[in-house]
């Protein structure tokens, strides 16, 4: 299974945004349908967002206002926008290739 990289995260304010990218080697996220993911401490994995390998594209009802996800270049990453953050939103954000395997996850801290 081909492993994609997350990148982008970090620590952000209140009412900031980020940007998260999910890479992988070749073509494989652009043949594939991505997602993104989510867990906090103590909380399940959540669905956030998912985009096919036609360009559909659906937003978990929870950030669908604030979140959107995007394919990024012809074979470039699929990157999902995070606006108005919030500290509920801190969580360990993974990507994942549908029939290929999950990222290791990537920090987000919403924080004063």
């Known amino acids: 299974q081909v492993q994609p990289v997350e990148s982008g995260g970090g620590s952000v304010k209140p009412g900031g945004s980020l940007r998260l990218s999910c890479a992988a080697p070749g073509n494989i996220l652009n043949n594939n349908a991505v997602g993104w993911y989510r867990q906090a401490p103590g909380k399940q994995r959540e669905f956030l967002a998912r985009?096919?390998?036609?360009?559909?594209?659906n937003v978990a009802d929870s950030v669908k206002d604030r979140f959107t996800i995007s394919r990024v270049g012809a074979n470039g990453t699929v990157d999902l926008w995070m606006n108005s953050l919030k500290p509920e939103d801190t969580a360990v954000y993974s990507c994942?290739?549908?029939?290929?395997?999950w990222g290791q996850g990537i920090q987000v801290t919403v924080s004063s």
């Open positions: 994942m290739i549908f029939g290929g395997g």
């Open positions: 985009i096919t390998s036609m360009g559909s594209v």
